[in-house]
């Protein structure tokens, strides 16, 4: 089984950065890509950010520029480092991972989310 724990979040002011971080543990033979979601009441969830584990990223338009995310392979964590905030970024942000297990099972796990609030 596979776990993925976010943690970082909180209440930021507009112009203000944050790092969020995740971890991905258990049974674990690769991890594919790691991506970063966020969904704001009433919305639907979306993709912010996705690293593959050649580290090539991509971002959604509305936070290129601002943020960036980041992998440590060895350590089975990802990070996404949010800068110039605007209010439209408050949401909950939850890291994706997606891999195989040591029965070469894939999986597509996701964390409990990590509020992030901006606002003066």
């Known amino acids: 089984q596979v776990q993925v724990v976010e943690s970082g979040g909180g209440l930021v002011q507009p112009g203000g950065s944050l790092r969020l971080s995740c971890v991905v543990s258990?049974?674990?033979?690769?991890?594919?890509?790691m991506g970063w979601y966020r969904q704001a009441p009433g919305e639907q969830r979306e993709l912010v950010a996705v690293i593959s584990s050649g580290n090539n990223p991509n971002y959604a338009d509305s936070v290129k520029g601002r943020f960036t995310i980041v992998r440590d392979n060895a350590k089975n964590m990802a990070f996404l480092l949010m800068g110039r905030l605007k209010p439209e970024d408050t949401a909950v942000y939850y890291c994706?991972?997606?891999?195989?297990?040591?029965?070469?099972?894939?999986?597509?796990?996701w964390g409990q989310g990590t509020q992030v609030t901006v606002s003066s």
């Open positions: 258990g049974s674990i033979f690769s991890i594919n890509a």
């Open positions: 994706n991972a997606q891999g195989a297990d040591y029965g070469l099972a894939r999986f597509n796990s």
